[in-house]
C-alpha cells in the first residue's frame, strides 16, 4: 500500500519561498506518476506538477511556470515542490498525490491519482 507523507508547509510574505517534500513508500513498480495538488478554501481541488519517478519527466500547470518546479529523488524516495516568488494565490493545502498503476500518462487530474497524502499548510500574507 502507498504510503505518502507531505512536510514543509508554513506561513511566508508574499515574494517568499517553501520547499515541499513528499516521503512515499509502499510503490510495487519502479516508475510512477506522482503529483502535487493545491485547494484553497471554497475552491477545487487543482493540480499543480506532475513527475514520473521513472525518468523524471514533469509539468507544472500554466499560472505556477517559472516559479515552481517539481522534483524527486528516487535514493530517498522524496518528492519535492520548490516554490518560489509566492503570491497570495498561493495559499492553500498542498496534497502530494501518486497513481501505482504503471503505464498511465501523467496528468493533472485528480481522478487518476489513488493514494493521497495527508497535506500541509502554505500560507502567504501580503
Known amino acids: 500500500q502507498v504510503q505518502l507523507v507531505e512536510s514543509g508547509g508554513g506561513s511566508v510574505q508574499a515574494g517568499g519561498s517553501l520547499r515541499l517534500s513528499c516521503s512515499y513508500s509502499g510503490f510495487t513498480y519502479s516508475g510512477n506518476c506522482m503529483a502535487w495538488f493545491r485547494q484553497a478554501p471554497g475552491k477545487e481541488r487543482e493540480g499543480v506538477a506532475i513527475l514520473y519517478t521513472g525518468d523524471g519527466n514533469s509539468a507544472v500547470r500554466n499560472s505556477v511556470k517559472g516559479r515552481f518546479s517539481i522534483s524527486r529523488d528516487n535514493a530517498k524516495n522524496t518528492l519535492y515542490l520548490q516554490m518560489n516568488n509566492l503570491t497570495v494565490d498561493d495559499t492553500a493545502m498542498y496534497y502530494c498525490?501518486?497513481?501505482?498503476?504503471?503505464?498511465?500518462?501523467?496528468?493533472?487530474?485528480?481522478?487518476?491519482?489513488?493514494?493521497w497524502g495527508q497535506g500541509t499548510q502554505v500560507t502567504v500574507s501580503s
Open positions: 498525490a501518486a497513481d501505482a498503476n504503471p503505464g498511465n500518462a501523467c496528468k493533472l487530474s485528480a481522478v487518476q491519482y489513488h493514494s
